[in-house]
């Protein structure tokens, strides 16, 4: 799916563990199926998850969601992932890992959550939480998190040359025209916040039809709020989209920002996964029909 990758099994998983936790050798490992592209999942046992990155730039995540994730938990309505060990390279796999704290729930693309309005309720709890955050020192964006959280106008080049390779399958000038209306709205002005920076179904977990968990802190960062507003289009239909923002303390500025990142999420990704991913890529065809009805 990337160039780069690092190919991980059961086997290697088993030698790391048995080398660096003998404790949790005889545990049971199964593989965890996931649409996700930079990480392999496996559950350990019944109460732990162990996270390896499968690509160099996502290496870098570990030690970050090590240290802050655990500060950043008492602050949120919803629950997030608690490491519990880091390992370290080893059996020729070359970059540190995590084992965590095994978090019940299913993704929201397998179990979607059944009401769509209290999801968006959820949501806006969480990110208003998250934003509202108070802890000094975070990582500012950058590679580590795929620079989520910067001004939309550094994403301007590979939106065009998304645009360009996406000539006949989508309508081209509408989303080209969706993102020059975003590339025009003011930039953050304000200090920057904490940011998920990947919000979106894969990454929320739903209980009984309930939001009741956010994975994969990947994205992690300081930076522009309007960044996580991106799952107002990738996760939510029009009425809960209204509910979702009716409860969020954000201006028109921000609110048009987040749908210039849920426009650029989807373009980006369509023509890079459009052959390896049919996940994303159908994810990606529906963000892109909201984001286009809201601009017209």
């Keep these: 799916m990337h160039a780069g990758e690092h190919d991980i099994d059961d086997g290697l998983v088993r030698m790391l563990i048995a080398g660096q936790f003998p404790q949790w050798a005889s545990l049971p490992l199964s593989r965890v199926a996931s649409a996700g592209t930079d990480h392999a999942l496996y559950r350990l046992g019944d109460e732990m998850s162990v996270r390896l990155p499968r690509v160099e730039v996502a290496a870098g995540q570990v030690e970050k969601e090590q240290r802050w994730l655990p500060l950043l938990a008492p602050h949120l309505p919803l629950a997030i992932p608690t490491p519990l060990a880091q390992g370290a390279p080893a ?107 990947d919000l979106h179904a894969g990454n929320l977990l739903v209980e009984q039809g309930r939001i009741s968990g956010v994975i994969d802190w990947g994205g992690l960062a300081v930076g522009d709020p309007a960044c996580d507003l991106m799952v107002a289009w990738n996760f939510l239909d029009a009425g809960a989209r209204e509910a979702f923002r009716a409860a969020l303390d954000v201006d028109d500025a921000t609110w048009e920002r987040g749908r210039g990142w849920a426009l650029s999420m989807a373009l980006i990704a369509l023509p890079y996964y459009r052959e390896t991913n049919p996940v994303i890529v159908a994810s990606s065809m529906r963000t892109l029909g909201e984001v286009l009805a809201a601009s017209s």
């Design 91 to 197: 059996e020729g796999y070359p970059w540190a890992w995590s084992v965590y704290r095994w978090q019940p729930g299913e993704n929201a693309i397998a179990s979607p959550v059944s009401d769509l309005h209290l999801a968006a309720l959820d949501l806006a709890g969480f990110v208003e939480a998250l934003h509202r955050v108070d802890l000094a020192g975070g990582p500012e964006p950058g590679r580590h998190n795929f620079f989520r959280g910067v001004p939309l106008a550094h994403r301007d080049a590979s939106v065009r040359s998304a645009l360009a390779a996406l000539a006949g399958t989508i309508d081209v000038p509408a989303a080209a025209r969706a993102w020059d209306a975003a590339l025009a709205t003011p930039a953050w002005q304000g200090a920057p916040v904490w940011i998920h920076g």
